[in-house]
């Protein structure tokens, strides 16, 4: 079983940039497919990105960039030219490794709790 903390979220002006990071513990995350995704108030909870256990990267947002730490057991989230509608909660989440990668959340069985960011116009 993994542990996953975000970090990294806050407040910043439209068109500037974040880092989240993803520590994980208990297990490393070179085992898993990992994944970030977002909710926003009212909004269902969407995939942003994600990073196979083989390395593979899926991404929605040209502007976002996963990126996985093996030595630090840590996953990243490099997200720029940020809008206001990238306003939410973002989490990380984890799942046993399969041969397709998966972008549905109910599909993920390990969940951090997240972190905000709000991106102001």
């Known amino acids: 079983q993994v542990q996953l903390v975000e970090s990294g979220g806050g407040l910043v002006q439209a068109g500037g940039s974040l880092r989240l990071s993803c520590a994980a513990s208990?297990?490393?995350?070179?085992?898993?497919?990992m994944g970030w995704f977002r909710q926003a108030p009212g909004k269902e909870r969407e995939f942003v990105a994600g990073?196979?256990?083989?390395g593979g990267i899926t991404s929605m947002k040209g502007r976002f960039t996963i990126s996985r730490d093996n030595a630090k057991n840590t996953v990243y989230l490099e997200m720029n030219s940020l809008k206001p509608e990238d306003t939410a909660v973002y989490y990380c989440?984890?799942?046993?490794?399969?041969?397709?990668?998966?972008?549905?959340?109910?599909?993920?069985?390990?969940w951090g709790q997240g972190t905000q960011v709000t991106v102001s116009s």
């Open positions: 989440a984890a799942r046993t490794a399969t041969y397709y990668f998966r972008v549905n959340p109910d599909e993920y069985d390990y």
């Open positions: 208990g297990r490393t995350v070179s085992t898993y497919d």
């Open positions: 990073i196979s256990r083989s």
